[in-house]
């Protein structure tokens, strides 16, 4: 077996993948025409092109406004997991959703979470892999906007739900923002993330621990500018959920993941983890994630079972599941490390 065959055999968690940007574009467009949404082109693959992370969101929306009812997110939900699964050996999955883009065009919070159990507990059963959800607040919105979703996250909260999280463009909307919804959300028993310093200065990841509390970091590459972060965040082993393509494309060189800062982040003693992010958005998926990035940093089989064991450590899976997952993964491993070509 070749090198690449291998990276996208290996078993795989991921804790950075969001839901909208995981539909497929048949799937846009077979909702776009049973809602009547008009699309610019009848080629949705087509609208996913960008270079920015302003562009890429005015997408992230329109997709989102064609999944309207129960039935829409479950399937698309489904259809997200199996791509993991028969893409890169999707094995579990913490999968981020924005519900204020839903319930902000009048879509039921009910509706979303439902639909979404629907199509995880659906895979669950066909395809062996859990996936628990982690509501996103999303940064352009106001304080009050992102304070009432966490309310209802925890008035009605399916198993499946296990954490608050934060995404859009980070630049212009810094994480203090939103430390209400943040204490609310630990109160109610939520795990927390958030994405930082995938466009801002270092000290967001410093904000995110110290003023939300949060466990992990989604992203984290301008922590670089800052060596004592470096260093603390290090030693406290944080997790850094990290994604090479749609981060290359919006803010780095999207041709050449050789320079990507995740590199300087492994050499740094970061813990990091492999993700999609919004893969069929950025033509990608968590197979190849792997295989593009590994090889472009050069990383032998070793350092890519230190990166999916930091993924099961990093989830927020039970201390059963995470004891099964290392079992199991260790033995797929040793299988696929005896077939490989060197
Ligand atoms: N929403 C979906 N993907 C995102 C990302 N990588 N950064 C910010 N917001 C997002
Ligand atoms: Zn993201």
Redesign the pocket.
């Known amino acids: 077996m070749n090198y690449e065959e291998y990276l996208r055999r290996v078993p795989k968690v991921e804790l950075h993948c969001?839901f909208e940007?995981t539909v497929r574009p048949q799937t846009f467009a077979d909702l776009a025409n049973k809602h009547g949404v008009e699309l610019p082109t009848q080629d949705a693959d087509k609208l996913y092109d960008y270079d920015s992370?302003y562009e890429f969101?005015k997408i992230?929306a329109m997709v989102s406004s064609t999944l309207r009812d129960q039935e829409d997110f479950a399937r698309a939900a489904f259809e997200s997991i199996e791509d993991g699964v028969k893409l890169g050996n999707l094995k579990y999955r913490e999968m981020f959703f924005n519900p204020t883009l839903h319930t902000g065009r009048g879509i039921p919070y009910k509706t979303v979470v439902d639909g979404l159990v629907d199509g995880a507990r659906e895979a669950e059963r066909e395809l062996g892999v859990k996936c628990r959800l982690i509501a996103d607040v999303y940064r352009q919105d106001a304080p009050e906007v992102a304070r009432e979703m966490v309310e209802q996250v925890l008035e009605h909260r399916p198993e499946e739900v296990i954490g608050l999280g934060m995404?859009?463009?980070?630049a212009p909307d810094p994480p203090e923002k939103f430390v209400e919804a943040y204490r609310l959300a630990k109160k109610g028993g939520l795990r927390l993330t958030a994405?930082a310093c995938?466009d801002a200065p270092a000290k967001n990841v410093a904000t995110c621990l110290d003023v939300l509390g949060v466990e992990r970091i989604d992203?984290g590459y301008h922590v670089l500018g800052d060596p004592e972060l470096v260093k603390r965040t290090r030693d406290e082993g944080i997790t850094y959920t990290v994604?090479p393509t749609?981060?290359a494309v919006c803010y780095f060189d999207a041709d050449d993941l050789t320079k990507h800062p995740i590199r300087q982040m492994v050499d740094e003693g970061l813990t990091i983890m492999i993700n999609s992010?919004?893969p069929p958005m950025f033509h990608t998926d968590i197979g190849r994630e792997y295989v593009g990035m590994v090889q472009a940093a050069e990383w032998g089989p070793d350092r890519v079972r230190e990166f999916v064991m930091n993924g099961i450590d990093g989830s927020w899976a039970s201390d059963d599941e995470k004891r099964q997952m290392r079992q199991e993964f260790e033995r797929e491993l040793d299988e696929l490390d005896a077939q490989l070509e060197r």
């Open positions: 969001h940007g992370i969101l992230f995404d859009g463009a980070e994405h995938e992203h994604c749609a981060t992010d919004d």
